[in-house]
């Protein structure tokens, strides 16, 4: 490892007098003049050459990666009580062990894809999910059920920390916009997941409080069968319909030069367009300060948690970017714990409270497909709203999540199964404003060197606050207390301050 100072950002323009490229000025990097200098000639190379049919398909095979981490917890969550009945669990230990899933694969992909490359996991993550969930659906006990699921979660926990950056990193800066609206498939996951619970489930389970045998309860096995399915047929697009090339971003930052120019030059070629940048301009720019080329060195155990280890300390290397750093994954935490924890605890408060929006299994799929759908249209108005400079993505974190507190605190007082439905679309839709906005926000304000790992971290986090929601629920459950319904209300609300503390405002720079 390196004793060269350690990579720090800040706000700064990297430009030359005769470039008209650059309308925005750069994130820098403060402790990496090379690094800046090659960032800014990779930055206007992207611009030169423009959005193409290649980002278009980039963009398509990206956003699936969020429908199938959405689609594969909805999956879970869909058929967790008619496995609990057949295979007489009481506690959840199978949406625990998702979580871990989750969890432990949103920090393998993330750190791997700064080190091995962002292409392995692009390539491998849904393919993984995919088997293990085709495999899942066949189990005859619970503990390889929660085995194969937990396998599955790990493959589909990378797609979130890796593939928002995947698209940022080839994107011009004028279509970083579509990093927010990429967000509108993790509402297309769910909405699918519920359908085809609701295909299925129904018809095809055996009734509480009677024997259970696999024979009349496989509405289950069918639900990841069919969803596992849709997920293998996204992989095999990604394998085969798509000739993803390795970042240009991340083979600067690992001194790879002469790769970046070739993918560059590549795409410009096949979709005739312009892309000036040479090779002896990036070199001239001298060398990238704690670059790790394990292409040329190789990989060693101590080489790699190296790299893994510089890689976190970029993101706390000045007070300013640690401050940056803290806000953010504090967000993630916040949002992973309360968000669930609320709408496992509101059904509980409706019914202490005289209210009743249960009914037919017919209704409640009906309705839940209803609010799913509508949430996906939340990321498609916060894509157009962090146009406006006034808003940024700032901005418009902070009113989906004020909002989204007002209509959780209203959600309280529903009683029917109507009210129900319109305050869960509701819900879908502001909430998934703000989660658009810090899907987006994450990747564009780290640094390429870091820029997995910083999205890793933030997942994490929220899969470790996802982690304590069975916890909460299954006691909170015996208890009937209402309080955590408005603590999760008023923290989410918090999460609005939050974002109009952070530091950078992404669509005023261009990311490096």
């Known amino acids: 490892m390196s004793d060269k100072p350690v990579t720090r950002l800040s706000i700064g323009t990297q430009s030359d007098s005769g470039s008209e490229q650059n309308m925005k000025q750069d994130l820098v990097v403060d402790a990496d003049e090379a690094l800046n200098r090659k960032m800014y000639l990779v930055n206007n190379a992207l611009d030169e050459i423009g959005f193409t049919w290649y980002h278009a398909k980039l963009f398509m095979l990206a956003g699936f990666g969020y429908s199938v981490d959405s689609q594969l917890d909805a999956i879970q969550s869909s058929v967790k009580v008619v ?4 295979f007489g669990i009481d506690f959840p230990v199978a949406t625990q062990i998702f979580y871990v899933g989750l969890l432990v694969g949103a920090a393998f992909w993330g750190f791997s894809a700064d080190i091995i490359g962002r292409k392995l996991a692009f390539n491998l993550s849904l393919l993984l999910a995919a088997v293990f969930g085709l495999i899942t659906g066949g189990m005859s006990s619970y503990p390889t059920y929660c085995l194969f699921m937990g396998l599955s979660a790990f493959g589909a926990g990378g797609n979130i920390a890796t593939d928002v950056t995947i698209f940022l990193e080839f994107s011009p800066a004028k279509y970083t916009w579509l990093t927010t609206f990429m967000a509108a498939f993790w509402g297309v996951g769910q909405t699918v997941a519920v359908l085809v619970a609701w295909a299925f489930v129904p018809s095809h389970l055996c009734l509480a409080g009677t024997p259970c045998p696999s024979s009349e309860n496989r509405g289950w096995r069918y639900c990841w ?22 970042s240009p971003k991340f083979l600067v930052s690992n001194g790879r030069d002469a790769e970046a120019v070739a993918t560059l030059h590549e795409i410009a070629n096949k979709y005739d367009r312009l892309c000036s940048l040479t090779l002896e301009q990036l070199l001239d720019c001298g060398e990238v300060k704690d670059a790790h080329d394990f292409k040329t060195n190789g990989y060693t155990v101590q080489s790699v948690f190296s790299a893994a280890v510089a890689h976190v300390k970029v993101l ?5 970017i640690a401050y940056l750093s803290t806000l953010i994954f504090l967000s993630w935490t916040l949002i992973g714990l309360c968000y669930s924890t609320f709408f496992n605890f509101v059904y509980i408060y409706i019914q202490l409270h005289g209210g009743n929006t249960s009914g037919s299994t017919y209704i409640t799929y009906r309705n839940t497909s209803i609010s799913q759908f509508v949430g996906i249209f939340g990321p498609v108005l916060a894509a157009y709203m962090v146009t406006f400079k006034r808003l940024g ?7 989906g999540a004020i909002i989204t507190m007002g209509i959780l605190f209203g959600y309280t007082t529903v009683r029917t199964q109507l009210q129900d439905a319109v305050f869960a679309s509701l819900t879908y839709f502001f909430i998934n404003i703000y989660f658009a906005c810090l899907y987006a926000y994450t990747p564009e304000v780290f640094p390429a060197i870091a820029r997995a790992t910083g999205g890793a971290l933030g997942v994490l986090f929220s899969r470790v606050g996802g982690i304590f929601t069975p916890l909460i629920y299954y006691y909170g459950l015996k208890s009937g207390s209402s309080v955590p ?12 301050f939050i974002a109009l503390l952070l530091p950078f405002e992404p669509t005023r720079f261009r990311s490096v």
């Open 83 to 86: 496995v609990d009945r057949q």
């Open 225 to 246: 069968y069919t969803n596992s399915g849709i997920v293998l047929g996204l992989a095999l697009l990604r394998l085969f319909w798509f000739d993803m090339n390795e």
């Open 316 to 320: 706390f290397c000045s007070k300013k």
């Open 393 to 399: 993505r700032r901005g418009t974190m902070a009113i």
């Open 485 to 496: 319904i408005w603590v999760c209300g008023a923290v989410i609300g918090f999460l609005g």
